[in-house]
């Protein structure tokens, strides 16, 4: 079965825990009044509509969020940043929370689809990592309009024995295993797939050929193109939820993908029992870093409820929680201590100083760049 | 004769209602809605105004402003599109018609290339479903009452799953890991897994299997009204089995196969969902294309008019379907 159906079910059957658990918070809420909590500042309806990232929080936290809190959470998740555009440019989507990646958020905030956070409703705001927050900076000047929750990057994720069986000297710590024909081509049967995000892809393909990655010349896009074309036929397919399953399963044996989907696919490997032994690397050549980040639509209808939600997911116990279990790195610097080791001390979430200097944030592209970088990423996809 | 003015009856203040009704009946006689209920033409009217209310409100109404939309430009705002009039002083409006994302579809290969690659995929997934629906078809026709019933339930029993669970079974089946490789490897067929996934095949796979009731159904509904003693005189006359098919049943039957094609064939155009799930992203059919437009472009006038374009290229094939059918009314009368 594939990744977005069971994440369909999973989001479902989340909701249908929700809408179970909404009755214990409610009776719950007056005994948290009674122990100091009086003072949440909530809206009269008790309800707050959040749409994240699927597979991107610990399952036990928004449970917990709605006990002390006594306000009800329908959670709702998506797999593309492009599906949650539509829905926020369409306008009245109902959501009080949405969490886009840093460069869409960068275009919805100039089409004035947020409104600025009033940073004194977010306390933990103050346990935020100062280096991440700047970095978002680049995308949401002076952060007005958004809080990062976390971070990642897109790499290379393989199948360790099947990749060193393909071929024994692979160098799985560089983009050459994607756009180096000579090297991709070995991998063709046992399962090659890309992420189906043109701006991302098209940026690491000139990192790979040292240039800027968000670059905008045509001559670069050009370049990127070539070397896309070239490596087309040992691609299976290009698809940015699927591969989380595939390679688990070992249906994929190399995938460009997201880290902690990597991770987390690593982790399901492991589960599984079936001796499938997962990894990930950022590339020494370096790569991009994308921050998804919670803001609040002008609409929203339950501000005082985002406003808590955001701060809960913020407090660093929480913001621990969610690391441990999802693999991306957390904005939260007080969460540090708390979280496991192996995670920390993963250098694929927790990057070395050395290679954060090599991590570029993908800036968001004017209008005439975005259809030419499609048009290139179709004729790519579609190998002519 | 000099018409007499009809004495006024008096106005009653009290109670009036009915007394109003009194007047209005001597006067004039019965309303003219009791004389529409004695022929039943309100109800008939009302019979055809849920059809219409439906059609202007699910289709005429988005299509209006789908069409809108096509002729607007992109901007980065909610909406994502300007907007097409905007009143510059109390008396004029400025009316922008942008008739740019038409001729953009033209300019670029990717819009034809992919309307013929869609036309193509549709074509080849409606022979295939004529070719295994005529069959069953005829043979449900040809089965007795009962075991006819029978096998009509079995065609549309799965219909009471999801579409789309159904598009994901053929996952599970078509995969490398999937049942069917597994089965062939250990029967001892195949050493290594066959790549059914992200292929032209599985999408034909895909589309063949869906569509194929809306295939059957119309061919039985044809193929169960023929009169099979036409057969018998042609067996009696020294006619072969094949060529008494070949020139009474499938002359016969077109009006059916036509029907059938129609209905696999339209929706198979615009079709979305089994290329995406099981096709490879090489195939290119014109819903990937406006979806692209509409989510990765952020394009929606192009993708407007994208949906237009598509819109008329069916509009053909259903009207021949109109004629054929009005025909096909006109010869039963």
Partial sequence: ?384 | MARRPLPQPPVRLVGGRLGLWWQLFFRFGPPRWTLYMRHNWAGKRLVIAVPYVWLLLFFLIPFIIVFKISFSEVRLAMPPYAPLWEWVSERAVDVRLNFGNYLFLLTDDLYVSAYLYSLKVAAISTLFCLLIAYPMAYGIARSSPATRNLYLMLIILPFWTSFLLRVYAWIGLLQNNGVINKVLMAIGIIDEPITMMQTDFAVFIGIVYSYLPFMILPLYSNLEKHDFTLLEAAADLGASPIKSFLRITLPLSVPGIVAGSLLVFIPAVGEYVIPSLLGSTDQLMIGRVLSDEFFANRDWPVASAVAIAMLLLLMVPIMIFQRYQARELAGAK
């Fill in chain 1, 1 to 384: 079965m594939s990744t977005s159906l069971r994440l369909l079910m999973l989001g479902a059957t989340a909701a249908l825990l929700v809408s179970c658990g909404g009755k214990p918070a409610g009776e719950a809420a007056p005994a948290a009044d009674a122990t100091g909590a009086a003072a949440l500042d909530t809206d009269a309806e008790k309800v707050v509509n959040v749409y994240n990232w699927s597979d991107y929080v610990d399952p036990t936290v928004i449970p917990d969020f709605e006990k002390e809190t006594g306000i009800k959470v329908n959670y709702d998740v998506f797999d593309s940043n492009e599906v949650l555009e539509t829905k926020l440019l369409s306008g009245n989507t109902g959501y009080d929370v949405v969490v886009p990646s840093a460069s869409f958020l960068e275009r919805q905030i100039k089409a004035g689809v947020f409104m600025t956070l009033d940073k004194s409703k977010i306390p933990n705001l103050a346990n935020a990592d100062p280096v991440i927050t700047e970095r978002v900076a680049l995308h949401d000047p002076g952060n007005e309009h958004s809080v990062n929750y976390m971070w990642g990057t897109s790499g290379v994720g393989y199948n360790v024995d099947k990749v060193k069986a393909a071929m024994p000297d692979a160098p799985v710590d560089s983009w050459r295993m994607f756009y180096d024909p000579a090297v991709v081509s070995k991998f063709k049967d046992c399962g090659v797939t890309l992420l189906d995000a043109p701006s991302e892809v098209v940026g690491t393909v000139l990192i790979y050929l040292g240039r800027d990655a968000n670059s905008e010349k045509p001559e670069d896009l050009k370049a990127a193109e070539d070397v896309l074309m070239k490596i087309r036929p040992y691609v299976r397919y290009v698809n940015s939820s699927k591969y989380i399953e595939d390679l688990a399963n070992g249906e994929i044996c190399l995938a460009l993908g997201w880290s902690g989907d990597v991770l987390q696919s690593r982790d399901r490997a492991e589960e599984a029992g079936k001796g499938i032994t997962i990894s990930y690397h950022i590339p020494k050549e370096g790569a991009i870093a994308f921050f998804d980040n919670f803001a609040i639509p002008k609409d929203a209808k339950h501000v005082k409820n985002a406003y808590l939600f955001i701060d809960y997911m913020m407090r660093p116990d929480v913001a621990a929680k969610n690391t441990n279990y999802v693999n991306f790195a957390s904005n939260n610097a007080a969460a540090l201590p708390m979280i496991d080791d192996e995670v920390k001390n993963d250098e694929s979430i927790y990057p070395t100083p050395e290679v954060m200097a090599k991590i570029v944030p993908d800036l968001a592209e004017s209008p005439e760049f975005t259809r030419q970088l499609t048009r290139s990423w179709t004729r790519f996809k579609t190998g002519r």
